[in-house]
T-cell receptor
Framework: EAQVTQNPRYLITVTGKKLTVTCSQN?????MSWYRQDPGLGLRQIYY???????DKGDVPEGYKVSRKEKRNFPLILESPSPNQTSLYFC??????????????FGPGTRLTVT | KQEVTQIPAALSVPEGENLVLNCSFT??????LQWFRQDPGKGLTSLLL?????REQTSGRLNASLDKSSGRSTLYIAASQPGDSATYLC??????????????FGQGTILTVHP
């Protein structure tokens, strides 16, 4: 089944403890990105990757890191999480971008709570 | 900067009604527009993708239209059912700018269909 998977689905952690949220897709998509969803602010892009070893900042990159060593994986790293990073996180992927026919697919979400 | 607005913010209807959800966007330079469904605490499910050159797309009881020049899209749901209850999100992929592939989302319409 074609899908985007994220792990963990739920995570409660403490301020300053490094964590990684994994994202994997099995559709051979070149483009991957991360969003966070917050009440009243909607979905905002954190980082994106056009292809392996090519990443760039989205609208809210502060406090996050990403890497794209393999085409299928795009982990989101929080080096020193803070309470304002408590949010619902989504990974998305697309065959490519810059063409109107390319649909974006989203993972099931990771609910992160930082205390 | 692209802005996406969805009206109404919430809608409660009896089963069987035909519904119209509205989405407007400020910059008509887009590649495509996607409608998503989000169930509480869950991921985003893509419902329909309308390419910038298209006027409408249909899937089952759903029909989405796009008027790119006026910056508007509507999602029409025929014969609504309680299982349609969810938040519906509209998102556009900008053709301009430097954040490739970024989707700009509206705040969503919360739909409740009661038996």
């Amino acid at each position: 089944e074609a899908q985007v998977t994220q792990n963990p689905r739920y995570l409660i952690t403490v301020t300053g403890k490094k964590l990684t949220v994994t994202c994997s897709q099995n559709m051979n998509h070149e483009y991957m990105s991360w969003y966070r969803q917050d009440p009243g602010l909607g979905l905002r892009q954190i980082y994106y990757s056009m292809n392996v070893e090519v990443t760039d900042k989205g609208d809210v990159p502060e406090g996050y890191k990403v890497s794209r060593k393999e085409k299928r994986n795009f982990p989101l790293i929080l080096e020193s999480p803070s309470p304002n990073q408590t949010s619902l996180y989504f990974c998305a992927s697309s065959l490519s971008v810059g063409d109107s026919s390319y649909e974006q697919y989203f993972g099931p979400g990771t609910r992160l709570t930082v205390t | 900067k692209q802005e996406v607005t969805q009206i109404p913010a919430a809608l409660s209807v009896p089963e069987g009604e035909n519904l119209v959800l509205n989405c407007s966007f400020t910059d008509s330079a887009i590649y495509n527009l996607q409608w998503f469904r989000q169930d509480p605490g869950k991921g985003l499910t893509s419902l329909l993708l309308i390419q910038s050159s298209q006027r409408e797309q249909t899937s089952g009881r759903l029909n989405a239209s796009l008027d790119k020049s006026s910056g508007r899209s509507t999602l029409y749901i025929a014969a609504s059912q309680p299982g349609d209850s969810a938040t519906y999100l509209c998102a556009v992929q900008d053709a301009g700018g430097t954040s490739y592939g970024k989707l700009t989302f509206g705040q969503g319409t919360i739909l409740t269909v009661h038996p």
